[in-house]
């Protein structure tokens, strides 16, 4: 007898089930897709109520400096600002200590204490040809630059409602001294602590959700924690740039560069307009601004031959799709709490109440 019967139907493999509950050690015993939707939405959570914390730790300490500042001076510090009588230096010097301490303080505590991400994943910084590098950062600066204009085009738009978009003004940098410390408070301290704390931090956290997911999210609380209306569109847009560059790299220092880059051509057009006449300023400014968008595109040009621009981002398997995970994230404690300050800010700055 022909025990080699090609006529037998092979054995049929059974298809993957996905089971109907799954162990978890903080929710127990529950279904794979609630599961996901827990997780994603109490991470949001949590990492939406830090930048709240960072918001109350600034204005606390501009406070308490205040204070302090009155007491021991006898300016009339009801305002923070050089008008009031604080000399300009203590002004710099003072902006710069808050924002250190307001910014990195809260991320790093949540980074420390958190078990689920090492300081390692934070602070990425793997190696990256300086030749790319300078590309990345060129490309990042210029589409950045590019994001002012729907900036102004929108606080042109509520503007025609009869609003006064006002941004927040530092007062003129006239000595040496000053100047340095205006570069620092604000080229050099906050793209480090900024870039850590929501590129590192909230960024670096939500990977796990998917790279994308990661990206958008990252960029949507560092846009709306600026708290303007020219400014969340703005940084919105460079904050999506930052985040895409900080996992396509994965070195926090391309980050930096770009951040600190932009923040110090803004210092050098705020120098030009205080020390130069109206026509040198502009064609300066002009200069400036025209040229680093040239040298964006080049870079994106260049990139995209080299083929550095085209990675395939982390999708991870999980039972819930893209709509399921922006219900999570909107609807959450965290999220709403965040949302609600800072379009409630941005409301009370457009009524000039604060």
Known sequence: MDTNNTNVMPEAKPEYAVPEKVYDLKYGYIEPKKLDKKRVRGKVSVLSFIPIIM??????????????????????????????????????????????????????IYAIASKEITMNEVIRTHRVKFSDGILMVLMGVGICLLANFPANWLGDFVEGFGFTVSESSSPSA??????????????????????FAFRGVILGTLRRFGDWFAIILSSLIFGFMHMSVTGIPFAII????????????????????????????????????DHLSETAA???????????????????????????????????KMMI?????FVCTVINPGFICFMLLCLGYVSLTLFGII
Not at 174 to 195: H, K
Not at 321 to 325: S, V
Request: aromatic share 12%; proline share 3%; glycine share 10%.
């Open 55 to 108: 918001f109350v730790s600034m204005y606390s300490l501009v406070f308490i400096s205040q204070i302090v500042i009155g007491i021991t001076t006898g300016y009339d510090t009801v305002k923070f600002s050089v008008s009031s009588g604080i000399p300009t230096t203590v002004y710099f010097a003072l902006n710069a200590m808050v924002s250190a301490v307001a910014t990195c303080l809260p991320f790093f």
């Open 174 to 195: 006239n000595t040496l001294e000053q100047i340095l410390l205006s570069v620092i408070g604000v080229a050099v301290i906050p793209p480090i602590m900024e870039e």
């Open 238 to 273: 460079s904050g999506f740039v930052l985040g895409y560059v900080y996992v396509i790299t994965g070195n926090i220092w391309v980050n930096i560069g770009i951040h600190a880059l932009n923040n110090l051509i803004s210092v050098g057009m705020d120098l030009s307009n």
């Open 282 to 316: 502009d064609i300066l400014n002009g200069g400036i601004f025209i040229g680093f968008i040239v040298l964006g595109i080049a870079a994106i040009v260049v990139l995209v031959v080299k083929k550095k621009l085209h990675i395939r981002l982390f999708r991870p």
């Open 321 to 325: 799709n893209g709509w399921n995970k």
